[in-house]
């Protein structure tokens, strides 16, 4: 992988200061990573094989085997323990292979391609697709959550201070909360941070921050509660590796919406939750559109789901809405 990454940064000419600066990742990094002293993120290997130009999963295979070898390379059993990885891989691929609908796997194929079209974008316009959309993310999320602000509003709030004549002091309060959360789900995703207990209710704090909702940050007075958010956050550890990301984010968000484990904003946290799972896996944000029609529509799936338990019906939405918003962000560039 060293020189694979050092070979492809000189035929573009550049020095390791120059593309330092390009991937916001410390010179110092970059030499060792082309020295081989340093692995790089899986973060970071988007980042370089855009910038450098190199294929994507060429330099991902790379990176596994090197990550491989160094865990388990000297080992006695190695080659062993490798074969029966192996074996469990394909069997937790047929596994979710035959929970899927027809549908929804090509659905999930043609998300792929969008998304891996949006990989292929330069630094440039990937930082032009995630401050557009993040924009959209919070105002489409506080209008959910019944907020008055017009898109441009939000827009004035969040990056000039502005005050809006005739918006409540809420309304502000909330653009400004969500503009940190979603700051923060994106520094968590970034980090391949897990859905943990702590990291949540933190994030149900920053929501309410100034709101004067003294229930912020608690769940509800209830055993069951705890219990049932415990079961929830034993459950994602153990499907987060063998269930398609936007599957586990759609099932992360039914789950928790169904507890409830806060006195408010259950939908608020469900929707980020399953943001955050969808950013960690660079897909775009899964956001409803802001008008009423939508915003029903959504609300009646989750219903729907919970009365005929079925689950397909909202993950055939969430897919729905992510593609859509995935043919947005290359819109955002080609237009």
Known sequence: MKSLL???????????????????????????FESGTRKPTKEQISKLAQLLEIDYETLMIAWLKEKILYEIGDEEFALKALLLAEQEIHNNEKEINTIL?????????????????????????????????????????????????????????INDGSTIAGKSIQNHLEAINFSETTLYIKDLSQKKTSINEKELIFIHNLIFKGIGNENSGKYKNDSL????????????????????????????????????????????ISNLILNWI??????????????????????????????????????????????????????????
């Open 6 to 32: 050092k070979n492809a940064r000189e035929q573009k000419g550049l020095k390791t200061r120059e593309l330092a600066q390009l991937a916001e990742i410390d010179q110092a990094l970059i030499s060792k």
């Open 101 to 157: 609908s027809p549908s929804i796997r090509t659905t999930l194929d043609e998300i792929e391609i969008l998304k891996n079209k949006i990989q292929s974008f330069n630094h440039f316009e990937l930082r032009k697709i995630s401050k557009t959309l993040e924009l959209d993310f919070i105002f489409k999320s506080i209008r959910l959550n019944g907020n008055s602000l017009t898109l441009e509003e939000t827009k004035s709030v």
């Open 225 to 268: 509660i705890i219990r049932e958010m415990n079961l929830f956050f034993n459950w994602y550890e153990s499907h987060k590796n063998n269930l398609h990301p936007i599957i586990l984010a759609s099932e992360a968000h039914l789950k928790v919406l169904e507890i409830s484990p806060f006195e408010n904003g259950n939908l608020q």
């Open 278 to 335: 969808l950013l960690q896996h660079d897909y775009v944000y899964a956001s409803v559109e802001e008008n009423q029609n939508a915003i029903d529509e959504y609300l009646s799936i989750i219903e729907e789901s919970k009365i005929k338990n079925d689950k397909s019906i909202f993950i055939n939405h969430i897919l729905k809405i992510e593609k859509e918003n995935l043919q947005k962000a290359i819109q955002l560039v080609e237009k």
